[in-house]
């Protein structure tokens, strides 16, 4: 047992995208869990007389044009992105595999299911969800729902696609045989086989959906202000590009990373759960 | 082939038919009374009756549908509410601008994206395959309108060389033109620039690595035929299938770079449209981008099966 735990431990050490992806998520996490630990300043109280202080010991980031703390909104700011990633995640994962199971497994469902995902894809991603959140009314929950509308057609068609290869195997045929219920089968045969594929797929809606909401509070459609989205600092900066580049700079590069590690934590799970995948590319 | 084409066609009409739909089915997403919302805070009892008559809010669903899928077949997609004018003319107005940066944006896409995809491969686990590697990663990390903001800091505000904003139409010539595009079309390019060069750099190793790679080199051909004829001739099949899929990023994109460069195309009409309740421009807009989308995939699909003959199913 040790030993087994020690070969898992090597194969993780070996695959450097997964140790550095997964290095950069730990630290974004650390910033969202440890916000208030990290900075004693809050995110949405102004104080003029501090407005467009630039980057200093006192204010690391500097401060916006209302003398808030451009730290602790970037700091909050992870907390309430990733919150909102992980919103989308969970609810793109439970439907997405819901309709892949059902339309790859109750053939009869296939084409009406996917004829519709098709039709969801055809909008381009940001403008479906800003579609949808300019009818909804601009909010964080309506951007999850929006962000999920996006992300579960592809997500479905993955976990189509495994199913259609699992079906015809033989331990689902005979598990049928046996007499087990359609239930059963798709439960205990059919999804284990399409987890690899569908972890590696939410890792990168994780990050499309970071980046995805930083794009929709930056156009007015996400958590309405002072709240500290990304998206909404990159926002308040954008009329001071000249007086207080700080504002805009800080947020953007906690973007960046975050989305730099789910990247890179995709491709290396990829490469980690199912090691055929690397040999084709290579 | 004709039979490829017919089906592909079939379910492209389909599809259409539904996205449609749902560009319609929008407004019934509204919470509450979509015509007090349209009419704006402080509108009278009056104005709000006249939005609802206007739009046919007062009509059953069957009847909004069916007025809505009867206006699309002689191209109506209803009256803008704050522009006062047809939707679909407010939209040809602003196609030209969207259509030259996403020009520019695919040009430079496809010349560097594949470029840097060739060099990678034929230099594999060399310093140059590693940076444009690097690169391609952490051009799909970073948030497109983010970039915009620092070119407009570095090279608008600090070094002065360039715009940062608006659109100079080609009437005005073409220096002004370029210069207009520039910094939208480079900020709209490197997402797709990144993931084009991991596409081509993965098909050429692939490629390269061909028994026919081999009897060319067998046969004594200059590198230039091998490279340039042989593998590069190959390579651009994966490459042709995504352009359909870069250019749904571009028009993704093209929203927010639009509104941080202050670019009069479609993108920033619907960003408009969003913040003044314009629901007919957001449904109209939503609409014909999502036919352009379609129309383009089905057009790389069918020349997709004619440069690969493999494909056509069935």
Excluded at chain 1, 8 to 28: E, Q, S, Y
Excluded at chain 2, 148 to 155: A, D, H, M, R, S
């Amino acid at each position: 047992m040790t030993d087994r735990i020690f070969a898992l431990f090597r194969r993780i050490g070996r695959n450097r995208m997964l140790l550095a992806g997964a290095l950069l998520c730990v630290v974004v996490a650390i910033m969202a869990l440890g916000a208030d630990l990290l900075t004693t300043r809050s995110p949405v109280r102004t104080r003029m007389r501090d407005a467009f202080q630039p980057p200093s010991a006192q204010f690391l980031f500097g401060a916006d044009q209302l003398g808030r703390d451009v730290f602790a909104r970037v700091m909050f700011g992870a907390r309430l992105s990733l919150l909102i990633g992980l919103a989308t995640v969970g609810v793109t994962a439970i439907v997405g595999t819901l309709v892949g199971l059902a339309s790859g497994y109750f053939r009869r469902l296939d084409d009406i299911l996917m004829r519709l995902m098709d039709s969801m894809m055809a909008f381009p991603a940001i403008l479906l969800a800003v579609g949808i959140t300019a009818a909804l009314g601009p909010s964080g929950v309506n951007a999850v729902f929006a962000l999920s509308a996006v992300y579960i057609p592809r997500t479905a068609r993955i976990v189509r696609s495994s199913v259609l290869v699992v079906r015809e195997m033989e331990h689902v045929t005979a598990a049928r045989a046996l007499g087990a219920t359609s239930r059963r089968v798709i439960l205990r045969h059919v999804l284990p086989y399409c987890m690899a594929p569908l972890i590696v797929q939410l890792t990168f809606v994780f990050a499309y959906a970071i980046l995805a909401e930083a794009a929709l509070s930056f156009l007015g459609m996400g958590p309405p202000p002072p709240a500290p989205t990304w998206g909404n600092v990159i926002a308040d900066g954008r009329d001071y590009l000249r007086e207080a580049p700080w504002i805009c700079l800080f947020p953007g590069i906690a973007i960046s990373l975050t989305v730099l590690g789910l990247n890179l934590l995709g491709d290396g799970l990829r490469d980690f759960l199912d090691p055929r995948l690397k040999i084709q590319q290579s | 082939m004709g039979r490829y084409i017919a089906h592909r066609l079939a379910t492209t009409v389909v599809v259409l038919v539904v996205v449609s739909f749902i560009s319609f089915s929008i407004m019934q997403l509204v919470p509450g009374d979509p015509a007090i919302i349209m009419a704006g805070l402080g509108a009278s009892g009056d104005q709000v009756q006249r939005i609802r008559e206007q739009f046919g809010l007062d009509q059953p669903f069957m009847f909004q549908l069916a007025r809505w899928y009867g206006g699309l077949l002689v191209g109506d997609l209803g009256e803008s509410i704050t522009l006062s004018r047809p939707v679909i003319q407010a939209l040809a107005e602003r196609a030209p601008a969207t259509l030259a940066l996403a020009g520019v944006a695919l040009a430079l896409t496809l010349a560097i994206g594949v470029g840097a995809g060739v060099i990678a491969a034929l230099r594999q686990n060399s310093w140059i395959d590693r940076l444009v590697m690097a690169i391609a990663v952490f051009g799909v990390s970073v948030p497109s309108f983010w970039l915009g903001l620092l070119f407009i800091i570095v090279f608008g505000v600090m070094l002065d060389v360039l715009p940062t904003g608006g659109y100079a139409p080609l009437a005005e010539g073409f220096t002004a033109w370029i210069k207009s595009l520039i910094l939208p079309a480079v900020s709209l390019a490197l997402l797709q620039i990144g993931l084009l060069a991991r596409i081509t750099r993965a098909a050429m190793v692939d490629v390269l690595q061909q028994d026919y790679m081999r009897t060319a080199r067998a046969k004594g051909l200059p590198d230039w035929v091998r490279i340039g004829k042989h593998a590069f001739i190959n390579v651009l099949v994966p490459v042709v299938t995504v352009i359909g899929i870069i250019f749904g990023l571009m028009l993704s994109g093209s929203v927010v770079i639009e509104t941080v460069f202050a670019f009069p195309g479609i993108g920033r009409l619907m960003a408009n449209a969003i913040l003044t309740r314009d629901y007919p421009v957001i449904q109209g807009g939503l609409l014909v981008t999502a036919f352009a989308f379609v129309l383009l995939n089905l057009l790389v699909d069918v020349f997709y099966s004619w440069i690969d003959p493999r494909i056509r199913y069935d």
